[in-house]
């Protein structure tokens, strides 16, 4: 009999690893994330706020919040992974650049 060793494995859509890391799940769930939010910005773009943010609500935060409570990030490193973003569709939703508002009023802005 013989038996493999694997780095990390797939179930239910979340990607486990050997040591229990969540760090490679937050990380391909981000990507995936960040890819469907320049989608949006290419195809849509951001003239409509509400539109945009209907958009992001339906296709960017489900990846993100998938079996949120199986892997719960703990780490402050894949927390801000995670947080920006939520930080870009902010500024990309108010058609701003880096550092000319606020996270906490753009987050009022927007609800």
Known sequence: MTFMCVKSFKDLGVEISKDLSWSQHISIIVNKA?????????????ANASTFSLLYHSLVRPPLEYAVPVWNPYLVKDIHAIENVQRSALRLALRQKRGNMPYEKRCNILN
């Open 34 to 46: 960040n890819q469907v939010l320049g989608l949006i910005r290419q195809t849509v773009g951001t």
